[in-house]
């Protein structure tokens, strides 16, 4: 009998011979595998389960599992009895080779996996995080030998890691001896980027955590990750108390202006809500901390600067120049989080003064250089961020739509709350509305509306409402294509009023008015015409007319229906089934970093290639932007529309008839 | 006429062609010379400064000055009317090379200086510090290129001074923008190991400073430094307040075992003195703090530790594990010392449990690792830490002196203090003593002495005091070489009287009776017998009987006269005239770290080689402090020590006959 033997391991097909008696977890580490392991072979942390395949190696007879690996150790046993081992399933650390074998390494067991992702199509998500566990139990100290506690750990990551070089948080040395002690002499350390010990436990530790954050203007999302698995296990939300400042971002500007130094509370504002965030989610996930080892964070230019205690002033004037366009790496201390002191946070970087690092996250989701078709990505805020291109060439602008698309500006607006009306259907022939609200999935002719929305009340409109009333209105020729509201409509219709000098339109009448008023059409005539101009220009670099893809990020472009927003002329001509939401693509963008070092050097390099275009020194965009007031743009393939909006029409609304439909579509 | 032109630089000897019309900076830097600039060639630093040879190329018939440089620039005249500049220096980002020429480069203008070091005899202070400054012009931000401000910085500073991959620190980015506009797009910044920006300033700033640290269990000393011209420009102490938990480093041991977590309130202590000692320095030399931008520490292990917030309670008791043995490099502001934020801190390595940074400090200073002649370094504290060897190996240990050497276990003793008995004569014929103290001059016997110390008071003895009165007393047969105090001889002199069972010696009498008691005798034999046997330890360890060459370090070092320490037997054989005090070696050693670099690495390396003798479990140990106790130890030289004592007698004391002395000597 041969004194090695020969191993296969799958899915890589890596191969070699080993000594045999040798783990399979040695054999996977001499041969380069890919094969987990937090405890070092201590039969601990179950990370590296592997199955012995049959069927494998036919002309050498594989017959039976036994012959060809060790029988059921002690420590594996001990493992099934305490954490369950399935079926055929055997701990790496202690299964040794006996005869030439084909080893699988099941996907949860590799270090660097491919996890399928929900939102993206492009790319899976890799999970292959910063920050990583190692188990190590490092040798006593003695008299004859005078080596200092964090040498002889450090000699021992070296020894059973491989990790060379380390340096070490002061922290961590704060607390190294007494966990070596607590621990006798095991202690698991947490190194960042295979440089820096980061945090210690006594003992064995296998909880390693991470927080994705989306900083807006308005709402502060956060994420806890498991950045083992790379999976979320909580999220949640609140306000940005930023807003007693000022409700948009301008007005924060302005408020920095009037009060210089002001950036330093609402920096502090900020962080504490981050830091109430983190106990929320891990309160509602049952962790602790503590065991929060990395952070990564995406906003707007002007939230970006406020996070990192940056003076967002310069950022409200031409030439709005960012104080850094690099992604920046932050102590969590730095921020005053209140996680592990060894935690880092990492903010991805922003494109340009008004096209932020929420849209490099954006970028990183939905990874446009990706791809050979042409995407526009608009994510709508205060600003439009619009990124346009493929693998070729990307090109990214913000345009000034101002806040009517999230309904501030807007006579009856307000953001997208329980109780704002967020879908309207209004009747060609009649003038009749109907519409839903937040809250509720009835519609408002529904006879069980007023009773489940009493609760509720009917607010005001928010934005997608607002893109859907006018585009109905526009269909019932309510408004013409210049956005005048017809007053001799009044005649025939209880619903059009004199408004002053101009008319409006009488949406809901209850314990508070809603109207859609001249005022509001130009409003969201202006906005959209700032929105399509900045598109327009993009692809004007590009020199094209269409686009082969469109996805809407953020609340906007989850909550609007992308027909009424062709219909309004929003975004260009594209086959209607190619516009989608892309949800929350920003936090996306950020959950991917948080779990996937490589996806961070992935977007430093593409927002250095990005070609940033600044809409307001072109004087293409003013043309564009005249052009595009008219409703619907004249570009728009308005019969697929017409059609699409309508369909849904006979369905929701028997009493439409058809051929009014049709009718209408033909005018 | 040739279109370049031959320059030669003096002293490198670097040499090369380059176009006429070059100027003398950019032919330096295109010939790789080392030219010092910190306003990178706008006339403003000064640093540049160059004088052209006479006598150069005399094949080529060197004749004027003027025909081989440009005339002197506006900006000369200018920089001269404002800050002198000295007859035949020129500016070389002004003067342009017009013809062949030799330039020199004076030692000032070379950023790589050596300068000549008072205090250590075998190599240069090479001043080579981690930080320099760089002023430089960014270009405005504009509308048509987003490009952030750090950017732009950084590719200038890349362009301009060649510093690539910069990082920059998080408070620089919060200052950046202000500083940029303020000083009109041209800002100072000081770099950090041509790695990260971590201060910045409007304009034109010419000033980095530094600050060396000597942190002892009694005292604290402070020098702030020039980081341009390594000199000290102001120096301060204050006692360490760690003392209020302590007067020694085991008590301080002792208050954390017996009050965990009290470590944190010691850091906090050294912390405020040492930020005190800033402020208190900064005064004197008329500096401001935030231009301290960088600093070194040095003290022994358990100074090191409570400096860095780390328990010394390992410290305490066997094995005495260090937490770490490395050097440790912490922001400034993780001390929260009030010096520039971007500031870093050096805490030099320690060496072993009992041999610390101070002692790295030492070695750094004296160099032994350098030399050929086998020196012994020997800092007295509470415990005596011990180097021996040379430039092929070097050994370490320490030695439980206990604190007697300082004053403390002696019945009189205090600390090296204004009052404190630091001389002492005694006459062996009539027993009778004489003496000075600290802060006079004249000896006790001189008709003024009595009226010129009224204000100070005789109050104790302090430790050079404590060695020569017993090395007197031997002398003087009062006491004989077991160490017994001869009571016969108080029948002779009213100078020796009973004490209980044993008798003392009366150094003084007055508002505070002074005696020498036969357990000050004991205390200080089991002192010197525990420095004897470690420093005889690593002497048979590398296999000698003598050395070369001894240097006493630290207080205790430069107090004592090293003729009656070897009476007493407290260091080995070595000729009188090699047996020097090395003065403050580990301040030496803290600024040595402060200035250069390459001393960084010099001594990180230096420590790692250092074989580290533990004289607790070497047997050899227990047997030469057994043997080391009788005084003087058999091995001193007594006949050249006795001469050596007996001849200052002859001049200090006239009342001392030469026979006297001789005959004394005799026996």
């Known amino acids: 009998m041969s004194d090695d033997v020969l191993v296969v391991f799958t899915p890589s097909g890596k191969r070699g011979r080993v000594s045999r008696g040798t783990t399979v977890l040695q054999a996977a580490r001499d041969l380069g595998v890919d094969l987990d392991s937090v405890c070092g072979g201590r039969a601990i942390c179950g990370r590296c389960q592997v199955t012995l395949s049959e069927g494998a190696f036919p002309k050498h007879g594989i017959e039976s599992r036994a012959a060809h690996l060790s ?4 420590n594996e046993v001990a493992y099934d009895e305490v954490d369950g081992l399935a079926e055929g399933r055997r701990l790496g650390c202690s299964a040794r080779l006996l ?6 390494v099941p996907p949860e067991s590799q270090v660097h996996r491919q996890v399928v992702r929900k939102r993206t199509e492009v790319h ?7 920050v ?4 190590v139990e490092v040798s006593e100290p003695n008299m004859h030998e005078s080596v200092s506690d964090l040498r002889r750990l450090l000699e021992e990551l070296e020894f059973e890691w491989g990790l060379t070089d380390l340096e070490c948080d002061l922290h961590v040395l704060t607390e190294l001896q007494g966990a070596l002690r607590t621990g006798q002499w095991r202690i ?3 190194v960042y980027r295979e440089r820096k010990v980061v945090a210690i436990w006594p003992g064995y530790h296998d909880t390693a955590l991470g927080m994705a954050f989306d900083i807006g203007s308005t709402t502060i999302a956060a994420h806890l990750v498991d950045l083992a698995s790379g999976e979320a296990l909580a999220s949640a939300g609140r306000m940005n108390p930023q807003i007693r400042f000022g409700e948009d971002l301008m007005s924060r500007v302005s408020y920095v202006m009037m009060h210089p130094g002001a950036e330093k509370q609402m920096c502090e504002a900020v962080r504490t809500a981050v830091a109430e965030l983190i106990v929320e989610v891990c309160a509602e996930a049952e962790q602790t901390p503590d065991n929060i080892l990395d952070c ?3 906003g707007n230019p002007i939230m970006h600067h406020l996070l990192l205690g940056l003076s967002p002033v310069e950022l409200g004037g031409a030439p709005f120049a960012l104080a850094t366009d690099s992604a920046v790496t932050v102590s969590a201390q730095t921020l005053d989080l209140g996680i592990n002191p060894g935690a880092r946070c990492y903010i991805l970087p922003c494109i340009a003064g008004h096209v932020g690092a929420d849209c490099a996250a954006v970028v990183l989701s939905e990874a446009p250089h990706l791809r050979e078709e042409l995407t526009l990505l608009v994510d709508v805020g205060t600003n439009a961020e619009i990124v346009l291109g493929n693998r070729h060439r990307l090109l990214a602008a913000s345009s000034p739509t101002g806040p009517a698309f999230e309904g501030a500006q807007i006579s009856s607006g307000q953001r997208a709350a329980p109780g704002a009306i967020e879908r309207v259907r209004i009747n060609p022939e009649t003038l009749e509305p109907k519409f839903r609200i937040i809250g509720c999935d009835l519609w408002s002719d529904h006879p069980n509306f007023a009773s489940e929305t009493a609760g509720l009340g009917i607010t005001g409109i928010c934005g997608s409402g607002i893109i ?12 013409n294509s210049d956005g005048v509201v017809d007053g001799a409509l009044s005649a025939r219709s209880p619903r059009v009023i004199a408004d002053g000098r101009t008319f409006a339109y009488v949406l809901h009448e209850g314990k508070i008015r809603i109207l859609v008023t001249q005022n509001d059409v130009r409003a969201i005539q202006l906005a959209k015409a700032a929105l399509y101009a900045g598109v327009r220009l993009l692809m004007d670099k590009l020199n094209v007319d269409s686009v082969d893809r469109i996805r809407l990020a953020g609340a906007f472009g989850s ?5 009424y927003a062709m219909v309004l002329g929003l975004i260009p001509d594209c086959r209607l089934e190619n516009v989608t939401s892309a949800g929350n693509a920003a936090g996306s963008g950020a959950h991917i970093a948080l779990v996937d070092r490589n996806s961070r050097e992935e977007i430093e390099r593409e927002i250095r290639r990005i070609e940033k275009i600044e809409t307001a020194v072109e004087t293409r965009f003013q043309e564009h932007f005249v052009e595009a007031m008219a409703i619907p743009h004249k570009s728009a393939p308005f019969d697929e529309l017409a059609k699409a909006v309508t369909l849904p029409l006979r369905t929701d609304a028997p009493s439409d008839s058809r051929s009014s439909g049709r009718r209408r579509r033909r005018r």
């Open 71 to 74: 029988g059921l150790g002690e």
């Open 99 to 104: 005869g030439d074998a084909v080893i699988d």
């Open 124 to 130: 899976d998500l890799s999970v292959n995080p910063l």
């Open 132 to 135: 990583r566990l190692h188990v």
């Open 188 to 190: 698991t350390v947490a």
């Open 296 to 298: 990564t964070f995406v």
């Open 468 to 479: 859907e009333v006018l585009a109905e209105l526009y269909l019932a020729q309510v408004i």
């Open 559 to 563: 909550h609007i229906d992308v027909k």
